[in-house]
């Protein structure tokens, strides 16, 4: 089955700096990887994700690369703040299923 | 749109009773569901696979005598907890995925904290 890392665990950075997380990924045929956001005690929020076919996607302070190749992807968040601090998970998704497999998370800390 | 809920929101019972959780898509049909276990400050943990007309999909190491799961229409899904015991004690937080749509996003629920004394 998937296997997905992500790093780091935890992730603390100044405001208005740029904050990156990466994961990889086991199982070549995923093709979709998404990233959540959530903030303690609730639900999950979907921020961005990514399809195999494209390499980079970007919204507004938020990206997304992809490299295929190497089974990574990765989150950039650039001039953070405050209320970004969450705990990010990536995941993968549609190596033979509809199933999405997620990374252990990072806290991230945005110092004012 | 897009909203999923879930009942109830906590849950507090004794060792051995049988607890039943509720997954709603609100706006939307849903021929898959997700139920997944978070334990404090860890990742969500896929349990099953939620078929709607079918028998769900179960994560190795799941019981699926334990965690029994039912999908009986396109909007609700349903996690029974057997016999709870201290140990599932969790976060049980449910996700759907919508019909006739090429997107593969999943909409999560806002989970139901079950505490087993």
């Known amino acids: ?112 | 749109g897009a909203v999923v809920s879930q009942h109830p929101s906590r849950v507090i019972c004794k060792s051995g009773t049988s607890v039943k959780i509720e997954c709603r898509s609100l706006d939307f049909q849903a021929t898959t569901m997700f139920w997944y276990r978070q334990f404090p400050k860890q990742s969500l943990m896929l349990m099953a696979t939620s078929n709607e007309g079918s028998k769900a999909t179960y994560e190795q190491g799941v019981e699926k005598d334990k965690f029994l799961i039912n999908h009986a229409s396109l909007t609700l899904s349903t996690l029974t907890v057997t016999s709870a015991h201290p140990e599932d004690s969790s976060f049980y937080i449910c996700s759907a995925r919508e019909v006739d749509t090429s997107t593969d996003t999943q909409y999560f629920g806002p989970g139901t904290r079950l505490t087993v004394l």
């Open chain 1, 1 to 112: 089955g998937e296997n997905v890392e992500q790093h780091p665990s935890t992730l603390s950075v100044q405001e208005g700096d740029s904050a990156v997380i990466k994961c990889t990924y086991s199982d070549s045929a995923s093709n979709y990887f998404p990233w959540y956001k959530q903030e303690l005690g609730k639900r999950p929020q979907l921020i961005i994700d990514i399809r195999s076919n494209v390499g980079e996607k970007k919204d507004q302070r938020i990206a997304v690369t992809l490299n295929k190749t190497a089974k990574h992807f990765s989150l950039h968040i650039t001039e953070t703040q405050p209320e970004d601090s969450a705990v990010y998970f990536c995941a993968a998704s549609g190596g033979g299923g509809n199933q999405f497999y997620f990374g252990t998370g990072t806290s991230l800390t945005v110092i004012p």
